[in-house]
């Protein structure tokens, strides 16, 4: 028996679909729809509700907040994937109480669960984004785990992608690059296909980097001038609180605009009567009633859209690759069926692929997946009719090969039913062109050659008989093997490693652990050995404690130093896991196991007790709301302060600048960066995740002055009180990416001034 489910977490919709004799279905929503809203709503009497009656609750919430400017009473969430694997609250007054994103995110899969009507759903494989990071797929577990899930497995966004295209594409051999441009995120994968078989080459993406960023860029230069032209607005929108209302409301037009000028070369918006957009500073209502064309948009998302192609460029440029060099180019996300997208790519990179529907794509690859994973074996037995004969079948759930060995075997414990001495069975192919003849089958099983139709998916069918030739029924009583020209690995997405002290700076440095780097066919497995145990451990004292954090590293993360890159989880050993005294300046061996859905296994070994056993392994989430960073943020800043001197009088001058020449420098071209006062100011408006989404904007195109001048002015800056210590592990996780553009760290330093006054 299969996972056979397959489920498609977006931020702003989400699917499932099954596999049925060996096709992936989209089982469709209450509304008959393929998707529905990512939207929470928790109404009056504290009843949560899902999907569009929430999103419709949404867009009049925040209508119904422009009225009087105050939100607070808002009781619909959107977006909360994005908050995914940190403490992030979503406050509800008719709940009395706060949701966590795992929490509001079980809700919408308990929901996509539901509309399943003929069985009950256990186990599911839930798409993530390539580029998540550990604490975030762990989220995503706990979430399915919390809808009722007894069994979750992950898969990456353009693996799922690639399965889909796979099947229905006749040429394979050559690259194959996957743009995967969604709400919340963009992944892009280059992948290698040779004589059937499949390589995943190398992966890039931005967590962060999706088409909210295009809707806001519809906003800030589309709708707001629209608004400017024809109303006073200006106090209005230098009031953060009122300016996040009115353009949390727009964010429905920019959406319609950008569904209409996918079809057409103009559109008009236009507010409906009733709908109370607000006043401006003279108290006259504000109202839409506009045209955009197709060149205007254009004008105002290209800049998003370039992005994400350079990102995919670049990771091309790193494998000595161009667009030229492409055998295919994969869509996928809602986003990539824009006409202005698709002009890009065309013109960039090669002209995409489109026989495959890239909104339905993930959900698909993601069934087909689950059609190749086994449930366990406690969610078999919640199936089993046990009146019928229980049989295990043993079969490979995809094939490379016409022909195929299946193993049949009755399972006698798990059969209430009576069971003749002897039993035979006739395994049929549904086309009916080929059958195995009958064989004889027992308890201790049988092994049957099957004919595969090659390049199809093959149900075959069993049916089992006592020796008059009596039928007997027999659960299962059929089963599938997808013939295929390749198989799709699954890799690891980010180098794993460990903090290994430099002994020159006596600075701990990232060290990634040999067989578990970026790229790696999962299942893997890596060591380290020879770890050195500081202080004695006793047995059985739990006070007595060692710790390593294991760490997640971008490509180039060799030797930076460990905090730069995201901690994945802590090592825990204690005394009350050892027989024996460990004692001081001991040695241990360390072994990772990280599976298909990258769970990390942790296993110990201490030589001189020859003792080994599983540890351990507290996983990080990420903090924005409580502060658990100022010890280690004192402590770091002890030992900076003699290089900070080095640097004051230049940190003096620049405090003198910052307010004009950066702004004077991006206007002169100085500054490279596109479109940085833009992107700043649209991650300043995110709730929760500034921190993390002005440095992932801002991550792609960085390469300047030297990364220990932006570090030593980042605790400068903290030192000084102007970046909030919650803010300061964001930061510093992620400052080997801005390779020490100490401009932008300036540009950088106001904003957060800026959000820091106002929090």
Request: aromatic share 8%.
């Amino acid at each position: 028996m299969k996972v056979n489910y397959g489920i498609y977490i977006g931020t702003t919709s989400a699917s499932i679909a099954r596999m049925e004799a060996g096709v992936p279905v989209i089982i469709r929503s209450n509304t008959l729809k393929d998707s529905i809203p990512m939207a929470v709503f928790v109404n009056r009497r504290g009843a949560i509700i899902v999907g569009d009656a929430a999103m419709n609750t949404l867009k009049s919430e925040r209508l119904k907040a422009l009225k009087n400017w105050d939100s607070s009473d808002d009781n619909s969430f959107i977006e909360f994937t994005r908050t995914l694997g940190s403490d992030a609250k979503y406050e509800s007054s008719n709940a009395k109480r706060s949701f966590s994103s795992e929490e509001l995110l079980a809700e919408v899969l308990k929901t996509l669960l539901s509309f399943e009507k003929d069985m009950e759903v256990n186990a599911a494989v839930i798409t993530v984004p390539a580029a998540f990071k550990y604490n975030q797929i762990e989220a995503v577990r706990k979430a399915g785990y919390l809808a009722g899930l007894k069994q979750v497995e992950i898969l990456q966004e353009p693996v799922a992608a690639a399965m889909v295209f796979g099947l229905n594409r006749k040429n394979k051999d050559g690259y194959w690059l996957v743009f995967d441009f969604g709400v919340g995120a963009f992944d892009t994968a280059l992948l290698k296909f040779s004589d059937g078989i499949i390589q995943i080459i190398d992966t890039d993406g931005n967590q962060f980097y999706g088409s909210t960023l295009i809707d806001e860029a519809i906003i800030d230069k589309i709708i707001i001038p629209y608004l400017k032209n024809r109303f006073e607005i200006d106090e209005l929108l230098s009031d953060d609180y009122k300016s996040k209302i009115l353009r949390n409301s727009m964010k429905f037009y920019a959406e319609e605009i950008k569904k209409q000028l996918s079809f057409s070369d103009e559109t008009s918006i236009l507010s409906n009567l009733g709908d109370i957009l607000g006043e401006d500073d003279e108290g006259n209502e504000l109202e839409l009633d506009m045209t955009v064309t197709v060149s205007e948009l254009e004008k105002a998302i290209a800049p998003v859209f370039q992005k994400s192609i350079d990102m995919s460029l670049e990771l091309l440029k790193r494998n000595n690759l161009d667009g030229s060099k492409l055998t295919s180019l994969i869509l996928a996300g809602k986003t990539t069926i824009s006409p202005i997208l698709r002009k890009m790519l065309s013109n960039q990179l090669c002209k995409p692929d489109t026989s495959v529907d890239p909104m339905t794509v993930i959900v698909k690859g993601a069934a087909l997946y689950a059609f190749t994973i086994d449930l366990k074996d406690e969610l078999k037995n919640l199936k089993r009719d046990k009146t019928k004969i229980q049989l295990e079948i043993g079969h490979e759930a995809s094939t490379v090969e016409t022909e195929e060995f299946v193993t049949l075997k009755i399972l006698e414990d798990k059969t209430e039913g009576e069971i003749p001495d002897k039993v035979f069975a006739e395994i049929k192919r549904g086309d009916n062109a080929w059958t195995s003849g009958q064989a004889q089958i027992t308890t201790v099983g049988e092994v049957i050659e099957v004919i595969l139709e090659k390049g199809n998916r093959n149900t075959f069918k069993i049916t089992l008989f006592d020796e008059r030739g009596k039928r007997l029924e027999c659960e299962p009583s059929s089963f599938t093997i997808l013939h295929c020209e390749e198989g799709y690995p699954i890799v690891l997405p980010y180098n794993i490693g460990i903090a290994v002290k430099n002994e020159a700076s006596g600075e701990l440095e990232f060290r990634t652990i040999k067989g578990l780097e970026k790229s790696k066919q999962l299942p893997s497995i890596g060591s380290i050995n020879n770890v050195k145990i500081s202080n004695a451990i006793r047995p059985g004292v739990e006070s007595d404690v060692f710790e390593l954090a294991i760490y997640q590293g971008e490509l180039g993360a060799e030797g930076t130093r460990a905090i730069y890159n995201h901690h994945v989880n802590t090592i825990v050993i204690t005394g009350a896991d050892l027989p024996a005294l460990v004692p001081e300046n001991s040695f241990i061996d360390i072994q990772l196991e990280v599976d298909i859905s990258q769970n990390i296994k942790a296993l110990i070994s201490i030589p001189h007790l020859a003792f080994t056993f599983e540890c351990n392994c507290n996983t990080a989430i990420d903090k924005f709301e409580e502060d658990t960073t100022e010890n280690t943020l004192k402590n770091e800043l002890d030992k900076r302060k003699k290089r900070l001197k080095d640097i004051d009088s230049e940190i003096d001058v620049i405090n003198e600048k910052y307010d004009r020449e950066y702004l004077q420098l991006y206007e002169n071209g100085e500054m490279t960066l596109l479109d940085v006062k833009e992107s700043l100011e649209e991650a300043n408006r995110q709730d929760g995740i500034v921190y993390k989404e002005v440095l992932a904007l801002l991550s792609q195109e960085n390469k300047k002055v030297t990364k220990i001048k932006v570090e030593d002015l980042l605790f400068k800056l903290t030192e000084e009180g102007l970046i909030p210590a919650k803010a300061f592990q964001e930061y510093y996780e992620q400052l080997s990416n801005l390779n020490g553009d100490t401009v932008l760290l300036e540009k950088l330093y106001k904003n957060i001034k800026v959000y820091d006054s106002k929090h």
